[in-house]
């Protein structure tokens, strides 16, 4: 009998020691799934937030690209108002905008002209308005080839009255610059250089070029420019970066200048915001 009990004693325990092992694992399982869920909520936490982010970041690109888009099309805007006032010579003197606009229907014209001053020429932005105001009306000068082609287009004006323009034939016209002693002011700090060797041109406008910005001084600022004038006698033209003038002889031209009036501005804007629109 005692054995018996032993036997049912020894048969309860390993019962419990393996129920005990059996629970154990259950709860290492429940464990396990718990911490696989936190796993999986983490994870999903990370990806709703990520997922957020990304939502974010697509309404921020798509706002970009409107905006982009937006100015796209005022840069495309302006471009296209700015070319057509360029292609028609808006801004021009009445005489010489029907010429030019004239050019291309009229075979003799198409041949001779050659473009205008302001056609020809370039400048950095700091040195357009010193450059428009020391060439003035003669930055509306038509460029020929000869005197024959100039008096040819002349006929033209008169025969259809058009009005009256300059004509700058290459063959006839002289280069222009300072002698050797007015060259010495050109070292002083104040004196940025001869306008011509301010702008681009060809080659074959050079000389045309020469003519008219060889003897004209640009200089940083009025004040200094008088010092110069003086140096010089007052027998040079000079031009402050502002616009200001110290005419040859001592008179003096200065005041607002429109915005209006700049075609080098023009020009150097379409050519900006063509490499904007591309």
């Known amino acids: 009998r005692i054995e018996q009990l032993t036997m049912e004693i020894q048969s309860e ?19 396990d799934i718990k911490n696989d869920l936190i796993n999986k909520k983490q994870e999903l936490d990370k990806n709703n937030t990520s997922l957020k982010n990304n939502e974010a970041e697509k309404l921020s690109c798509e706002s970009e690209i409107k905006n982009l888009s937006n100015e796209l099309s005022h840069v495309k805007s302006k471009l296209s108002i700015l070319s057509n006032m360029e292609a028609y010579y808006d ?35 700091e040195y357009e308005t010193a450059i428009e105001i020391a060439l003035g009306f003669a930055l509306q000068n038509v460029i ?29 016209i002289q280069e222009r610059s300072l002698n050797n002693n007015e060259k010495a002011v050109l070292s002083d700090p104040s004196v940025i250089n001869t306008a011509d060797m301010l702008v681009e041109t060809s080659s074959e406008f050079k000389k045309v070029i020469k003519h008219l910005l060889g003897r004209i001084i640009i200089v940083d600022n009025l004040k200094n420019g008088f010092k ?9 033209k000079i031009v402050s970066l502002q616009g200001d003038v110290i005419n040859a002889g001592g008179s003096v031209t200065g005041g607002h200048i429109s915005v209006n009036q700049n075609l080098l501005g023009r020009k150097r804007e379409i050519e900006e915001l063509k490499c904007q629109s591309d």
Do not use: W
């Not at 024959?148 to 006839?172: C, Q, W």
């Not at 110069?228 to 040079?236: E, G, Y």
């Open 13 to 31: 325990q390993a019962e419990k020691t393996n129920k005990e092992e059996i629970i154990n694992l259950i709860k290492k399982e429940q464990q």
């Open 91 to 125: 801004g021009y003197n009445k005489s010489v905008k029907t010429l030019m606009n004239n050019k291309e229907k009229n075979n003799m014209l198409n041949k001779s002209i050659l473009g205008t001053v302001a056609d020809a020429i370039k400048t950095k932005k």
């Open 144 to 172: 020929v080839q000869s005197e024959h082609d100039a008096e040819s287009i002349i006929e033209y004006l008169k025969d259809n009255k058009i009005g009256r323009v300059t004509f700058l034939p290459i063959e006839m």
């Open 228 to 236: 110069i004038s003086k140096r010089l006698d007052n027998s040079i």
